[in-house]
């Protein structure tokens, strides 16, 4: 199947005693069985839910895996893959990262004995010099957030391959829809599917995908063992939010662009971090590895100031400021003091996340109501 038809056909099957054409919310915490381990599948909710399984196994398919994991969040889902680790290993890490998943690194799992290194990750033969036989991860995002920058998903996997270390990808930002990054190498696939995959800003969830059988059994006993599932209203909001993906990013991916080059000719706007523009960096390794840039878009101000950004952020009408991205409305962030401020502004500065640094998902709106409003906040 094409990718717009795996997204709406994939994992999902008529309930068998109904016939129901979506998938039943299967909400229960246990099973009954006809005698001790006689029973339909399903046992304890907590290690199966029908629900949960019919997502899974739709995730699976739309990123070209063969099995998927639900987490109650993001974050849970990250938190499952570190749990792989044991204590003694290292992780490299790109060093223009989500500040939540800069937290759980250097806030929970270092407290466990994992060492975590944060490099820039642009150019893959950086990784070579931090290599070493205790690495058994690399965690990359691509594109980045905030920065947009640009990773080589490919080039981090031979890398990676020839030494037998994890390569893990958060997937968030380009979503299933733009990459795959298990086609490109990766052994892991992260989402914070709360973000595209959901798509409508009304659910909290994370997914976990992978190719091979034995890291699927490991993660499975994790996610079972420590209990981070989701619930299946949860589970039955992503399934929904997954059948108009491609539509969805289609519109993200026109009006993200659009967006990008008004801001780019605008004279109050200092730089504009979007990975379409030819001359970002990394143009090249983007268009290779993606289908399209996104709807993701961060921009300075020629007056780098707090005080000119803060009037930007509270000024817009239609950009609501709030936290989170990949809905179906555009929101303007503020990463500084929200999506990262868990990271020390020291290490934001020297990334180049300056304070007056602005946020931008760009929704399906009309687009020349999105250049409007940001028109009338910058001034």
Request: neutral net charge.
């Amino acid at each position: 199947m094409k990718l717009g038809t795996k997204l709406i056909h994939a994992g999902v099957e008529p309930d068998p005693s109904t016939g129901a054409i979506m998938t039943p919310i299967f909400q229960t915490s246990t099973y009954v069985q006809a005698a001790p381990g006689d029973h339909k599948g399903y046992e304890y909710a907590r290690t199966q839910n029908p629900t949960r399984n019919a997502l899974q196994n739709a995730l699976a398919a739309i990123e070209n895996g063969t099995h998927g994991l639900s987490f109650g969040s993001g974050l849970a889902a990250t938190d499952a893959v570190l749990k792989l680790l044991t204590p003694g290993d290292e992780v490299i890490a790109s060093n223009d990262l989500y500040g939540g998943t800069y937290r759980i690194f250097t806030k929970v799992f270092a407290r466990y004995g994992i060492k975590f290194h944060f490099i820039d990750m642009q150019n893959a033969a950086n990784l070579l010099p931090i290599v070493n036989s205790q690495t058994k991860m690399i965690w990359i995002e691509t594109p980045t957030n905030p920065l947009l920058n640009i990773i080589d998903i490919a080039a981090c996997a031979v890398i990676a391959k020839e030494r037998k270390i994890l390569l893990a990808v958060d997937n968030t930002f380009a979503s299933p829809y733009l990459q795959n990054p298990l086609d490109l190498g990766a052994d892991i696939v992260v989402h914070s599917a709360t973000k595209y995959l959901g798509g409508h800003s009304d659910v909290v969830h994370g997914a976990v995908i992978v190719k091979d059988d034995a890291l699927a059994q490991q993660l499975a006993f994790i996610q079972n063992s420590c209990g981070a599932v989701p619930g299946p209203q949860d589970c039955f909001l992503v399934l929904r939010g997954l059948k108009t993906l491609h539509i969805r990013m289609q519109r993200h991916c026109e009006n993200g662009e659009a967006v990008a080059k008004y801001l780019r000719q605008h004279p109050k706007v200092g730089k504009v971090y979007w990975c379409g523009f030819e001359d970002h960096p990394n143009h090249a390794v983007a268009k290779k590895q993606m289908r399209g840039f996104g709807g993701m878009i961060s921009f300075t101000l020629k007056d780098d100031s707090m005080e000119v950004a803060l009037k930007v952020l509270s000024g817009t009408k239609l950009f609501s400021l709030a936290e989170s991205l990949g809905g179906v409305e555009s929101l303007i962030g503020h990463p500084a003091s929200m999506t990262h401020a868990s990271i020390p502004k020291e290490e934001r500065v020297k990334n180049g996340l300056v304070d007056s640094l602005i946020r931008l998902s760009v929704g399906i709106e009309d687009v020349e109501d999105l250049i409007e409003d940001l028109k009338q906040a910058i001034g």
